[in-house]
């Protein structure tokens, strides 16, 4: 069908992470904040989490009235695997994503608020244009980062910390 610009932002705002290894309290903030529209601060998230800098996934979801998945459900995977349902949490249901990145670096989460690529586009058997993530790169993939304040892609957050996405922690509102 031929090639289109996707550009998708949604205004996370950024939360700085206070310990060393507290990523994922102020990730997890920044994505419940957007969620629900609240203030959570990286204290009170943390507070909220029993005191630990080790995010209670399901616990935090529990607490702030959110539905809670992981993917894969266990165990890692890549990106290569992981971009399509990335993607789509991003394109069809309108949500950031929380992710880790892991190397021979160290690990670290961010959250993914956006995309902005040229994909292909196909149609698919009712006539509906869709696009194809195939060729999706993680510098397409756009971050906010509680840990450094000059990453903007995913591909930031691999480079830095020389390794590749593994998971995805998705959390999504209860209709």
């Known amino acids: 069908m031929g090639y289109k610009t996707v550009n998708l932002d949604f205004p996370v705002k950024r939360i700085i992470q206070k ?26 998230m943390k507070n909220l989490n029993r005191n630990s800098t080790t995010m209670d996934w399901a616990y935090i979801a529990s607490k702030c009235n959110l539905n809670y998945n992981r993917d894969p459900l266990s165990g ?60 999706a790169t993680t510098n397409m993939f756009k971050i906010v980062d509680p840990g450094f304040s000059d990453h903007y892609t995913l591909a930031d957050v691999i480079a830095h910390y020389n390794g590749d996405l593994k998971a995805l922690y998705v959390y999504t509102k209860k209709w």
């Open 19 to 44: 310990d060393n290894d507290g990523c994922a309290v102020a990730s997890t903030a920044m994505e419940v904040n957007y969620l629900n529209g609240t203030s959570y601060s990286y204290e009170a």
């Open 76 to 135: 890692d995977s890549n990106f290569d695997t992981l971009k399509i349902n990335l993607f789509s949490k991003l394109y069809y249901s309108r949500i950031p994503v929380i992710v880790r990145v892991q190397g021979s670096s160290g690990q670290h989460y961010v959250v993914v608020n956006g995309f902005q690529g040229t994909l292909p586009f196909y149609l698919n058997d009712d006539g509906t244009e869709l696009p194809s993530v195939l060729g």
